[in-house]
Protein backbone atom coordinates (compact mmCIF):
# COMPACT_ATOMS: atom_id res chain seq x y z
CA UNK A 1 0.00 0.00 0.00
CA UNK A 2 1.31 3.08 -1.35
CA UNK A 3 1.50 5.65 1.91
CA UNK A 4 2.81 8.87 3.25
CA UNK A 5 3.34 9.53 7.04
CA UNK A 6 3.90 12.74 9.07
CA UNK A 7 4.71 12.55 12.10
CA UNK A 8 6.64 14.98 14.25
CA UNK A 9 4.54 17.87 15.29
CA UNK A 10 2.95 19.64 18.55
CA UNK A 11 2.88 22.43 20.93
CA UNK A 12 5.73 25.01 20.57
CA UNK A 13 6.15 28.09 21.81
CA UNK A 14 6.72 31.28 19.22
CA UNK A 15 10.68 31.73 18.63
CA UNK A 16 10.52 27.66 19.28
CA UNK A 17 11.74 24.88 17.06
CA UNK A 18 10.17 22.12 15.34
CA UNK A 19 11.33 19.10 12.81
CA UNK A 20 8.23 17.39 10.99
CA UNK A 21 8.78 14.13 9.02
CA UNK A 22 7.41 12.86 6.17
CA UNK A 23 7.99 9.08 5.83
CA UNK A 24 6.78 6.68 3.01
CA UNK A 25 5.96 3.07 3.08
CA UNK A 26 5.06 0.79 0.04
CA UNK A 27 6.91 3.11 -2.68
CA UNK A 28 10.76 4.59 -3.00
CA UNK A 29 10.43 8.42 -2.86
CA UNK A 30 13.80 8.55 -4.61
CA UNK A 31 12.00 9.29 -7.93
CA UNK A 32 9.77 11.74 -6.15
CA UNK A 33 9.64 15.65 -5.21
CA UNK A 34 8.08 15.94 -2.30
CA UNK A 35 6.32 18.89 -1.42
CA UNK A 36 4.87 20.07 2.25
CA UNK A 37 1.74 22.02 2.75
CA UNK A 38 -0.46 23.14 5.57
CA UNK A 39 -3.90 23.97 6.11
CA UNK A 40 -5.24 26.03 9.02
CA UNK A 41 -8.72 26.15 10.20
CA UNK A 42 -10.98 28.45 7.35
CA UNK A 43 -8.20 28.50 5.19
CA UNK A 44 -6.82 26.84 2.10
CA UNK A 45 -4.31 24.60 1.41
CA UNK A 46 -0.64 26.49 1.21
CA UNK A 47 2.60 25.38 -0.45
CA UNK A 48 5.27 25.56 1.74
CA UNK A 49 8.23 23.95 0.53
CA UNK A 50 9.13 21.45 -1.94
CA UNK A 51 12.45 19.61 -2.53
CA UNK A 52 13.12 17.77 -6.30
CA UNK A 53 14.68 14.25 -6.16
CA UNK A 54 17.79 14.16 -7.81
CA UNK A 55 19.40 17.28 -7.11
CA UNK A 56 17.53 18.02 -3.98
CA UNK A 57 16.83 21.50 -5.38
CA UNK A 58 14.47 23.00 -3.16
CA UNK A 59 11.67 26.05 -3.03
CA UNK A 60 9.83 28.25 -0.30
CA UNK A 61 7.15 30.20 0.29
CA UNK A 62 7.90 33.37 1.00
CA UNK A 63 6.35 33.54 4.44
CA UNK A 64 9.08 30.82 5.76
CA UNK A 65 11.87 31.61 3.81
CA UNK A 66 14.96 31.86 6.14
CA UNK A 67 12.94 29.89 8.48
CA UNK A 68 12.22 26.62 7.34
CA UNK A 69 14.92 23.88 6.05
CA UNK A 70 13.69 20.74 3.70
CA UNK A 71 15.50 18.03 3.62
CA UNK A 72 15.25 14.24 2.33
CA UNK A 73 17.27 11.23 3.14
CA UNK A 74 16.41 8.51 0.71
CA UNK A 75 18.01 5.40 2.57
CA UNK A 76 15.24 6.33 5.50
CA UNK A 77 12.97 7.09 2.91
CA UNK A 78 12.12 10.45 4.75
CA UNK A 79 11.87 13.84 4.01
CA UNK A 80 11.67 16.41 6.47
CA UNK A 81 10.84 19.90 7.30
CA UNK A 82 12.81 21.84 10.23
CA UNK A 83 11.00 24.54 11.09
CA UNK A 84 13.15 26.95 13.21
CA UNK A 85 11.52 30.74 14.94
CA UNK A 86 8.47 29.77 14.65
CA UNK A 87 5.46 32.42 14.85
CA UNK A 88 1.45 31.85 15.54
CA UNK A 89 0.41 32.30 12.25
CA UNK A 90 2.34 29.03 10.90
CA UNK A 91 -0.02 27.05 13.42
CA UNK A 92 -1.95 24.50 10.80
CA UNK A 93 -1.88 20.94 10.38
CA UNK A 94 1.34 20.38 7.63
CA UNK A 95 0.49 17.83 4.69
CA UNK A 96 3.24 15.99 2.73
CA UNK A 97 2.72 14.62 -0.96
CA UNK A 98 4.40 13.44 -3.72
CA UNK A 99 4.91 15.54 -6.98
CA UNK A 100 6.96 15.03 -10.28
CA UNK A 101 11.07 14.41 -10.00
CA UNK A 102 11.69 18.04 -10.21
CA UNK A 103 9.71 21.06 -8.25
CA UNK A 104 7.97 22.49 -11.33
CA UNK A 105 7.57 25.90 -11.29
CA UNK A 106 3.78 25.67 -9.85
CA UNK A 107 5.04 23.15 -6.97
CA UNK A 108 2.87 25.33 -4.56
CA UNK A 109 -0.47 24.04 -6.21
CA UNK A 110 -1.79 21.33 -4.43
CA UNK A 111 -3.49 19.98 -7.52
CA UNK A 112 -0.10 19.12 -9.33
CA UNK A 113 0.73 16.53 -6.04
CA UNK A 114 -0.65 12.58 -5.63
CA UNK A 115 -0.19 10.87 -2.40
CA UNK A 116 -1.07 13.06 0.46
CA UNK A 117 -0.60 11.66 3.98
CA UNK A 118 -3.12 12.52 6.91
CA UNK A 119 -1.18 15.57 8.21
CA UNK A 120 0.17 16.44 11.71
CA UNK A 121 -0.63 18.90 13.34
CA UNK A 122 1.71 22.41 14.87
CA UNK A 123 0.36 24.73 17.08
CA UNK A 124 2.62 27.65 18.24
CA UNK A 125 0.92 29.25 21.17
CA UNK A 126 2.46 30.53 24.66
Known amino acids: QVQLVESGGGLVQPGGSLRVSCAASGFTLDYYAIGWFRQAPGKEREGVSCISASDGGSYYADSVKGRFTISRDNAKNTVYLQMNSLKPEDTAVYYC???????????????????WGQGTQVTVSS
Open 97 to 115: ATHHPVCSSNWYWPVTYDN
